[in-house]
């Protein structure tokens, strides 16, 4: 079975300011994908970003990248010019082998952004 | 393009009433369809998928059923609710391997559950 640990229960960051959000996963498998969701207070999972465990480079999707170390394990979520509308919960995902498509989700961390 | 939509959007029963939630995809065909939880302030946990009509797993045991009466519908039931069944419900859809590369899943709405 694969694991998601997001250790920061909260972050805090100013607007315009880059922020990291942590995630270490655990499987087994070497076929695997990497997701990171959106949640704002409406309660709707918004995609952000994927990584593929054979894929080459880092994710990136506009003002997000996915900063993939493959041998520690790490997924972490990278936030360029933090926007007020990016204060939402953050969950990061996997899936592994025969469970493509059947996403394991970590705890979440929850971004607040400053003015 | 590919839409899902889950209803109703909020719910407030009592304990040991039935459950009846619905999700519906369109713009898609053969969907492997999904039902997760979320409990307040926690992650998703997934409790059922399917891969087509008839067709169900379940994750986790629990006081939940899921059907799949058509392709593009899927239905979480209870025949009675417990007050550990509130929670956030999600409906999800994903591709077959191959046609979306990433696994990624689409959800809808929500459905949130208080059960007194």
């Known amino acids: 079975a694969q694991k998601i640990t997001q250790t920061q229960p909260g972050m805090f960051v100013q607007e315009k300011e880059a922020v990291t959000l942590d995630c270490t996963y655990d499987?087994?498998?070497?076929?695997?994908?990497l997701f990171w969701y959106k949640q704002p207070s409406s309660g709707e999972m918004i995609f952000l970003i994927y990584q593929g465990s054979y894929d080459q480079q880092n994710a990136t999707e506009g003002r997000y990248s996915l900063n993939f170390q493959k041998a520690r394990k790490s997924a972490n979520l990278v936030i360029s010019a933090s926007q007020l509308g990016d204060s939402a919960m953050y969950f990061c995902?996997?899936?592994?082998?025969?469970?493509?498509?059947?996403?394991?989700f970590g705890q979440g961390t929850i971004l607040t952004v400053h003015p | 393009s590919q839409t899902i939509h889950q209803w109703p959007a909020t719910l407030v029963q009592p304990v040991g009433s039935p459950l009846s939630l619905e999700c519906t995809v369109e713009g898609t065909s053969n969907p492997n369809l999904y039902w997760y939880r979320q409990a307040a302030g926690r992650g998703l946990q997934l409790l059922f998928y399917?891969?087509?009509?008839?067709?169900i797993s379940s994750e986790v045991p629990q006081n939940l059923s899921a059907s799949r009466p058509q392709d593009r519908q899927f239905i979480l039931s209870s025949k009675k609710l417990l007050l550990s069944d509130s929670g956030f419900y999600l409906c999800?859809?994903?591709?077959?391997?191959?046609?979306?590369?990433?696994?990624?899943?689409?959800f809808g709405e929500g459905s949130r559950l208080t059960v007194l």
């Open positions: 999800a859809w994903s591709g077959r391997v191959g046609r979306l590369k990433s696994g990624e899943l689409f």
């Open positions: 995902a996997i899936w592994a082998g025969t469970s493509y498509g059947k996403l394991t």
């Open positions: 399917s891969v087509g009509i008839g067709q």
């Open positions: 499987t087994s498998d070497p076929s695997y994908g």
